[in-house]
């Protein structure tokens, strides 16, 4: 059993109801062991930066200290020194504080001169920070999901959408590419989903503007939606429980803005895996959400002839060769290079 | 070289040291013989009782041949060295202690109240109220002190003048019995002294050329300890296998004892003809075999060296340049 | 007291009396480092004039000097100008000692008083230094008047052709089965729009049959033995499976091998050739090679189409590749550039969209020879485009990629511009960041361009995308940008894509710069000995570097450069021995064990181990007096002339003054 | 800031340059702004998703810092605007860290109090209230406070979309507090001082 | 606490085809930096023998700066890696002898880096400043902190007793 200290967020109690749900159903078939961090608080989100720099980095940094005292092996259990983070905007935050406490070591010092009033310190680097997707594909590994399946998605036409704080700025180098990253395609495809390819996988749903700047957000929910749609998607599949809200929660508000008619479904990946693995939708948390999945699911279940993997050039090409696909492989190489 | 019809004077000394360099003479067995047939031994506290007012009531330069071995760590010390000078004309710098301070120079990495107090207050010491002993002590008879302990032991040669270094702990017995035969000669005035400050019983290059292990090209990914090794290659220089020798660095002269049968070469030795500082020469010859080109890799390789300044000072901390701020070997 | 040593404190002007007080310096070193052997200390305005060498070569003839002290400027400025004097004066010019008191005192610091203390102190470890100087004799050694060229793109064609044209042997070596490079990829060369063949091809040919030319494709350096004047080289000649004897070069192999494979190579995988091949049609030398990895017969045992049609007899499949070995007195390297991997910019989509092509694609695209005989059509192989992106900087002036500038993209992008808009009137945007079109005729090619109605678009290129967002742009690719003169952000819909993709330091340059002993810079390319004065010298004598080798450049400039590098070679073979600087590392064979630490510190192969004695051994010609292995030795058995430890440890206690008291 | 004389104005120059502003932005970034190494490429103001809605591409903005144009930077809406996305800040050739510079004019545009609209920054603060006084963010109290207050006619339309998240058991309906909000205290209002203080 | 009447003594060690170049370029651009270094000039930061350094600071200087071109930029290919190879065991040994590590310092400066040359010079000055002087050569326990702990200098014989014995 592999044992990691979970940071879950503000929305996992909340509107992300569903992905603690979903998470919850899958540790076990996979092996996991997540160890919640002891009075953890908010992330401070996008918002504190943008007010204040020391206070939104001890914020953020609290948490760091408070998780680097759980590292030691406790009563017989094994010790670890990494963080998952299943909200894309935790993780970051998380993730950018520990770099940033390196990369400039004076903000480093007063972070920790904050902490000190409240008795606790951290030194940057102690943590991996590590979103729980990156857990799932390098940790746990393709293989023992695809082994865990006994319900395949076969049919299930998925839109991966991993939105932008995930595989962005990266400063630890932990994705295979920015901008068309595959570890939630090769995930999916795992269990036995057929995974469109959709370029808009790291685009924005819009982040806050849903609340201060609706038409801008709109917008940007809108062509997630559109081209998933254009490109026959039956759903979408998310990392992130902001982008969830956005896109669901917010998905009629948009039609209604732009005089649309889109039914999107978006369900959390680890909703999905559950499926797979053969959970009840009710304990993964499906049914809570706004846009519902009932018709997009029916595909599940349902007798389909295995479909192949479209590992082919979307479009059938005469005439001349195309250049070898950019792998994974030489993403990451490249990115730590 | 006055002799005088009768037997030349010998005389040797202990200081600071464990007493192998004694041992390491008479493991010469019957050339032992030779001595006496050939010499007067005045003086040899381990071997014969002699008194310091006898020497001290002999004329000047009346001993021919002085060994001296051990470091100079006390004030007793200090007054033996320079008395024995005083009255020897060829005064032997006898073992690493005496040469260069050997494993009794090592504590001079600490201070030397912490040493007393380590020596009376470990916690295998049962000493509860800190008693330590006296300098001086009234008895009936007079007053009776012990030697007062110097804040760095030093080698022989920065507290009189040496004519001669013999380096090894203990020097190897062949190599004793070499020069015991190059100085009957000398007597006999069928050769001559080599110049002063020269180094006898030793070669002038290093361990690598007696040893028999094969050598390569080296570059190495790891340092490791030679018992985390399984097998060590018996054939194979150690260096290559990772293992810290520091046979590159170390005078020739004992036939490479130590890694002939398997045990890396710990230096005792001292330094090759003309360097310096004998540590600085491990540093770079440890260095140089590293195959690695960012601090983080070398900094790996290097965690496998956990003392390094031990690994390359062990027998020539109070010689080198910064402990004792003077040229390991003062030749040429 | 040996020495008797001169110390001569320069004024500079006013560029070393203004901080320091050069009198009271003069002095002081008269006084205080007379026992060290100091009879005259001297200060003059400017020591380097006639008239300050004339004192010096004066004070050697008549007080029989034997270590000279000038304390001046850089050594890198007057070195040579006073060991040329102290010659003049019958003084062995390595016992001059030059003390830098100017740009490492009087310029560097304004109190005066803390400048003369450390002028004192410099002039003080120059004193103790020069006393430990030896005399040096420079060595000599003849020049092998043979020259091996390596790399057969125009650089190096360049190259050997000015070398064999003036009577010398040249070896050109090729890893490609063909010269030509990838100049012979493409159809127009900017700004004049020749085309290419036609310039390149008479070239080829002239060194292809050049009396004076060895040529070797399909080989490559394996080996790189001694130093100037004496290169011993090995070279690997790959096995053609062709006996070139036999071969006349009619092409029947290739017409009747039943294996297609992708040209990755010429066609930029754009195209196929069989698995026996020469690349194209004027290819020089004219044989084909079989490629063994796709060879059918090779692969499963049988076949062999090539060898029952072959008229001569000429397929051998037994043949083994082979070694030969040369010696060369120098060696020109024209090794060239690899094009920047586009994939890696995953935002533009290369890979993943079809219709992206990098700028060697379209070159092949747009080559009449190439795989669509030159008609400029999307990756349908029919369609052509009705508008064209082009977009410059891929790869370049990019910090997650290449910080460099690659040189030839913005006229390169220049000339895809004019061959789209002429081939296919199509429109076409250019994404530039700064238009460089500097050098004869360039900017004139721009202006050409814009009049033509290429439309361009100042805006690092953000992605290119086929989602669409809006009607007119389904199907189409999106290339999303900000137009930065316009302040807007502009999604333009095209066809066709291009990028103008960087050039790279080929992917093993790092590993040839080894062979041949020479470094490479942070972005990999070859460095040249100086920068500006020194530009295909390398800091190995005899090895010189041209083309892009050196650095992104494109063909004028890489011609220019492969002839100023004969240039050089020749005048080496003509003054017919060099003399090589003194400074070298020696081994004390008594000393010395054989524990062969030092063996593997040489980056130049100069340290041998001679395993009868157990000694090691250096060869002073090879050896570059770095000092690496002085440093290492731990038994002390090696040392170095000019930087010895007795030197360095002189000027350490001269520099922090211990030598101020007799010894 | 310095004081424009009259004969600038008259000759149409509207702002004086604070070449101050440049240097104060790089130190109120997080890590290592790298924003003197802009060269005006484009590619942040390409990347940007929301690009359509900003006074100023980030370039401009970056432009208009260099020649320190202090108030029509703090006025702009480009820093509320920026959704955070970070694709400029992987794009850039140049390694700016423009996400982050983004947040520190946020906080420059508070200070100075300059913002145009004060939506954008009162979320911010509505959000920063509930975390400083439970330690989580509280959606529900979120929510309704700012949409009570700047888009109270778009409340009735989103009532539905509330009511399904609530019922659907997404919006807890009472705060959650963490336990040592004390220590989180401390920890916030000694923040607070050295910021007032770097 | 930093003493700023205390002028540290440094010895520098320069390649001479980059570091030595960037302190002439520092000074053809008469860039000022502190006087406290003197210069030597090495081949290549690979002729660096650990014995300098040491003699250096036992014969008097508070510190050693070692320059040597970029890792990838050696005039002899590689032979700086083998400086930084050497440079940090060395640090290891001095650790271990009591000498803070910082006291010896390597710094990468090309021939173009006289600005960076000049800065890191004097940002060393100013580290060795708030390390004080490096006392070897005194007398090892005067250095130490001994006097306080020790409860029995009466065992230890003052310095000044132990002088060489050298005959007439």
């Known amino acids: 059993m592999k044992k990691y200290l979970l940071y879950p967020g503000c929305s996992m109690e909340s509107s992300g109801r569903a992905y603690r749900d979903s998470i919850n159903a899958i540790v076990e078939p996979l092996d996991l062991h997540f160890e919640e961090i002891d009075d953890w608080n908010c992330c401070g989100a996008t918002e504190y930066l943008g007010i204040n720099l020391i206070p939104a980095y001890s914020l953020i940094a609290r948490n760091l200290a408070l998780a680097a005292k759980q590292t030691h092996p406790v009563n017989g259990t094994e010790g670890t020194r990494t963080v998952v983070a299943p909200c894309s905007a935790c993780y970051l935050n998380l993730a950018k504080a520990d770099y940033y406490m390196q990369e400039r070591p004076s903000l480093g010092v007063k972070v920790n001169e904050a902490l000190a009033a409240g008795d606790l310190q951290y030194t940057a680097g102690t943590l991996d920070v590590r979103h729980l997707i990156d857990i799932l594909v390098y940790d746990v590994g393709l293989e023992k999901i695809r082994s865990a399946v006994v319900r395949p998605l076969h049919g299930l036409k998925v839109a991966p959408y991993m939105g932008c704080m995930l595989p962005r700025p990266d400063y630890q180098h932990r994705w295979s590419d920015h901008e068309h990253p595959t570890e939630l395609d090769d995930l999916l495809r795992a269990l036995g989903a057929d995974v469109i390819d959709y370029p808009l996988t790291t685009s924005c749903c819009g982040g806050h503007m849903t609340q201060i700047g609706p038409e801008t957000a709109f917008e940007l929910i809108r062509r997630l939606v559109a081209d998933a749609d254009e490109r026959d998607a039956q759903l979408m599949a998310t990392v992130c429980p902001m982008c969830q809200m956005n896109v669901d929660a917010y998905q009629n508000e948009m039609n209604r803005f732009f005089g649309t008619d889109y039914h999107m479904p978006i369900l959390f990946f680890t909703q999905l895996m559950g499926l797979a693995f053969g959970r009840e939708p009710k304990e993964l948390g499906i049914g809570v959400e706004l846009v519902n999945s009932r018709n997009a699911l029916a595909h599940i279940g349902v007798e389909v002839p295995v479909t192949q993997e479209p590992t082919a050039p979307r479009k059938k090409v005469e005439g001349l060769p195309m250049p070898r696909r950019w792998t994974k492989h030489e993403g990451r190489k490249e990115a730590v290079k | 070289m006055t002799v005088n019809g009768s037997k030349p004077k010998f005389a040797m000394y202990w200081a600071a040291s464990c007493g192998g360099c004694e041992i390491a003479v008479l493991n010469t067995h019957e050339k032992i013989l030779d001595v006496d047939a050939n010499f007067d031994v005045v003086f040899w506290p381990v071997a014969m009782d002699a008194k310091y007012k006898d020497v001290e009531a002999m004329e000047d330069g009346s001993i021919l041949l002085t060994l001296f071995n051990g470091g100079i760590r006390n004030d007793e010390n200090e007054h033996l060295a320079k008395l024995l000078r005083r009255k020897s004309q060829i005064m032997v710098s006898f073992g690493s202690c005496a040469c260069e301070g050997c494993i009794p120079g090592l504590a001079n990495l600490s201070p030397v109240g912490d040493i007393v107090h380590a020596a009376y207050n470990t916690i295998t010491t049962d000493n509860p109220n800190e008693i330590y002993p006296r300098i001086s002590y009234d008895v009936p008879e007079g007053e009776l002190h012990i030697p007062k302990l110097a804040k760095v032991l030093r080698p022989l040669d920065l507290v009189v003048d040496v004519d001669c270094y013999m380096p090894g702990c203990p020097p190897e017995s062949h190599q004793i019995a070499a020069v015991i035969d190059l100085v009957i000669k000398v007597v006999k005035g069928e050769a001559e002294l080599p110049p002063k400050g020269s180094v006898i019983g030793a070669g002038d290059s290093t361990v690598c050329d007696e040893c028999p292990r094969a050598r390569n090209v080296k570059s190495i990914k790891e340092f490791k300890r030679i018992q985390d090794i399984a097998p060590v290659d018996p054939d194979l220089c150690l260096l290559e296998q990772g293992i810290p020798c520091n046979g590159p660095a170390t005078r020739s002269g004992c036939n490479a004892r130590c890694p002939a049968v398997g045990a890396q070469c710990i230096g005792c030795y001292g330094p090759a003809e003309g360097v310096m500082d004998y540590g600085a020469r491990l540093i770079t010859a440890f260095s140089s075999v590293i195959d690695a080109n960012t601090t983080e890799e070398i900094d790996r390789i290097l965690d496998g060296i956990p003392d390094p300044t031990g690994q390359v000072y062990r027998f020539n901390l109070a010689g080198s340049l910064l402990k004792a701020n003077r040229d390991a070997w003062k030749v040429k | 007291m040996t020495e008797k040593v001169g110390v001569y404190v320069c004024h500079c002007g006013s560029n070393i009396a203004g901080t320091v007080d050069v009198e009271d310096v003069a002095h002081w070193a008269a006084e205080k480092l007379g026992h060290q052997g100091v009879i005259i200390a001297r200060e003059y305005k400017f020591m380097c004039s006639s008239l300050g060498q004339e004192l010096i070569e004066k004070d050697i003839k008549e007080l029989g000097l034997t270590r000279v002290v000038v304390a001046a400027c850089s050594p890198h400025l007057h070195e040579k100008t006073f060991r040329i004097a102290a010659k003049n004066a019958g003084l062995n010019p390595y016992l001059v000692e030059l003390a830098s008191i100017r740009e490492q005192v009087s310029w560097v610091h304004s109190d005066k008083v803390v400048a003369t203390a450390k002028a004192k102190a410099v002039v003080s470890g120059a004193v103790s230094r020069a006393i430990q100087n030896a005399p040096l004799e420079e060595l000599k050694v003849p020049i092998n008047s043979n020259t091996l060229v390596v790399g057969g793109g125009i650089a190096g064609i360049q190259s050997a052709l000015e070398i064999a044209n003036a009577g010398f042997h040249v070896y050109l070596v090729e890893r490609e089965p063909s010269i030509g490079g990838h100049m012979a990829q493409f159809d127009k060369t900017f700004p004049t729009l020749d085309c290419s063949a036609c310039i390149l091809t008479p070239r080829m040919v002239e060194a292809g049959t050049h009396p004076n030319i060895t040529l070797l494709t399909w080989s490559e350096v394996t080996n790189v033995a001694g130093y100037v004047g004496n290169f011993h080289v090995t070279i690997k000649k790959k096995a053609r499976f062709i006996n070139e004897e036999l071969c006349t070069g009619c092409g029947i192999c290739q017409e009747k091998c039943p294996k297609k494979v992708i040209d990755d190579v010429y066609e930029a995988g754009l195209g196929y050739r069989k698995a026996v091949y020469t690349p194209f049609a004027q290819a020089v030398p004219n044989f084909p090679v079989m490629d063994k990895d796709n060879c059918t017969y090779f692969e499963k045992g049988t076949c062999k189409a090539c060898e029952k049609f072959c008229p001569t007899g000429a397929i051998d499949f037994n043949q083994q590749d082979e070694l030969l070995h040369i010696d060369v007195g120098n060696i020109v390297l024209a090794t060239g550039y690899d094009l920047f991997d586009a994939r890696r910019v995953s935002n533009y989509g290369y890979g993943r969209l079809p219709n992206v092509f990098t700028s060697l694609e379209f070159e092949r695209l747009s080559n009449a020879a190439g795989p669509t005989n030159g008609n400029i059509v999307l990756r349908d192989g029919k369609t052509a485009p009705k508008s064209v992106g082009i977009i410059h900087c891929v790869g370049s002036r990019d910090r997650n990629f290449n910080n460099y500038c690659s040189v030839i993209c913005c006229m390169q992008g220049l000339k895809f511009a004019h061959l789209v808009h002429e081939r296919t009137g199509a429109t076409v945007y250019n994404f530039y960041i700064d238009m460089r079109t500097a050098y004869k005729a360039y900017d004139e090619f721009y202006q050409r361009v814009l009049e033509e109605g290429t439309l361009f678009v100042r805006g690092k290129v953000a992605e290119v995308t086929d989602a669409a967002r809006y009607s007119n742009e389904k199907g189409k690719l999106i290339i999303q940008t900000e137009d930065t003169l316009a302040g807007k952000q502009r999604r333009i819909p095209v066809d066709m894509v291009i990028l103008s993709s960087g050039l790279q330091p080929r992917h093993d340059a790092k590993e040839v710069g080894k062979l041949f002993g020479i470094s490479c810079s942070m972005d990999g390319w070859f460095t040249e000995k100086h920068p500006k004065l020194d530009p295909v010298a390398t800091m190995t004598e005899g090895i010189y570097i041209v083309g892009c080798a050196q650095g992104p450049k494109d063909i004028p400039s890489s011609v220019a450069q492969g002839a100023a590098a004969s240039a050089r070679v020749l005048d080496k073979i003509l003054q017919k021995e060099v003399a090589l600087e003194p400074i070298k590392a020696t081994v004390n064979k008594e000393m010395c064990s054989g524990c062969r630490i030092c063996n593997g510190l040489c980056p130049f192969n100069a340290i041998g181990f001679l395993a009868d004695d157990n000694v090691s051994e250096i060869n002073p010609a090879l050896c570059q007096g770095c000092g690496t292995c002085v440093a290492a030795c731990p038994a002390g058995a090696i040392s170095g002339t000019g930087f010895s430890n007795e030197q360095i440890i002189a000027q350490i206690d001269g520099l922090l003054m211990r030598n101020l008291e007799p010894a | ?198 | 606490m930093t003493d700023h009447n205390f002028e540290p003594t440094i010895i520098g060690f320069t390649c001479n085809w980059c570091s030595y170049r960037a302190s002439d370029l520092a000074g053809t651009a008469r860039m000022k930096y502190a006087p406290n270094v003197r210069l030597i000039r090495l081949m290549c930061s690979g002729r660096l023998d650990p014995t300098f350094v040491l003699r250096a600071l036992s014969e008097g200087a508070d510190g050693v700066m070692i320059t040597g071109c970029h890792p990838g930029e050696c005039h002899y290919i590689e032979q700086n890696y083998k400086a930084l190879r050497r440079f940090l065991l060395l640090r290891r040994v001095l650790t271990g002898l009591g000498i803070e590590p910082e006291r010896v310092k390597l710094v990468w400066a090309s021939a173009a880096e006289g600005a960076r040359f000049a800065s890191e010079t004097t940002a060393f000055v100013e580290e060795i400043r708030k390390l004080g002087p490096l006392n070897w050569g005194k007398d090892e326990g005067e250095r130490r902190k001994d006097e306080e702990g020790n409860k029995n200098s009466s065992f230890i014989i003052q310095p000044s007793s132990f002088e060489k014995e050298v005959p007439a």
Request: net charge positive; hydrophobic share 40%.
């Open chain 4, 1 to 198: 800031m310095p004081q424009m004389t009259d004969e600038r104005v008259r000759a149409g120059l509207t702002h004086e340059e604070d070449l101050s502003l440049l240097h104060e932005v790089s130190m109120k970034t997080a890590g290592v702004s790298r924003l003197e190494m802009c060269i005006q490429c484009g590619t942040c103001g390409g990347s940007c998703p929301a690009a359509q809605d900003m006074d100023h591409t980030p370039r401009m903005l970056f432009a208009m810092l260099r020649a320190g144009m202090r108030e029509e930077v703090l006025r702009s809406n480009t820093q509320w605007i920026c959704v955070s996305c970070y694709h400029c800040v992987v794009r850039c050739p140049q390694e700016v860290h423009i996400a982050d510079v983004m947040y520190a004019l946020k906080g420059m545009s508070i200070r100075a109090k300059l913002y145009a609209d004060s939506t954008a920054p009162d979320f911010s603060q509505t959000f920063i209230d509930m975390v400083e006084s439970y330690g989580r963010s509280f959606e529900m109290g979120l929510a309704s406070r700012h949409y009570l207050k700047h888009f109270p006619l778009r409340l009735p339309g989103m009532m539905p979309m509330g009511l399904g998240m609530i019922f659907k058991g997404r919006m807890a309906l009472v705060p959650k507090k963490i336990e040592q909000m004390d220590q989180l205290k401390k920890i916030l209002d000694r923040a607070k001082q050295l910021e007032m203080i770097s």
